[in-house]
């Protein structure tokens, strides 16, 4: 079983950043995938940044390429995402994941366990 924690949301201005934390109780971390989702009112969740066991492969969705970064730290239980240049369409709960799977996927049905999300806000 792993617990994941999301901090970081808040309310912001188009043009900041926010930098979302998650943390994760899994002794095991470095062997799980991490991802981030987002679900905007009245849309499905959706994939957002993925990266791999150690942190070499990363996936993004178009949305936020070159505008939000994934990273982790296996030493501290932590996966966090970066997120520059926010624009008020990236407002939604932010949620993060861990997978088992082999690969980095943009699929919700392929991660094991999911945290209770944290809220962004971009007001424009």
């Known amino acids: 079983q792993v617990q994941l924690v999301e901090s970081g949301g808040g309310l912001v201005q188009a043009g900041d950043s926010l930098r979302l934390s998650c943390a994760a109780s899994a002794r095991t971390f470095s062997s799980y995938l991490m991802g981030w989702f987002r679900r905007a009112p009245g849309k499905e969740r959706e994939f957002v940044a993925g990266i791999s066991w150690n942190g070499g492969v990363t996936r993004y969705a178009d949305s936020v390429k070159d505008r939000f970064t994934i990273s982790r730290d296996n030493a501290k239980n932590t996966v966090n995402l970066q997120m520059n240049s926010l624009k008020p369409e990236d407002t939604a709960v932010y949620y993060c994941?861990?997978?088992?799977?082999?690969?980095?996927?943009?699929?919700?049905?392929?991660?094991?366990?999911w945290g209770q999300g944290t809220q962004v806000t971009v007001s424009s």
């Open positions: 994941a861990a997978s088992t799977y082999s690969s980095i996927s943009y699929s919700t049905t392929n991660y094991n366990y």
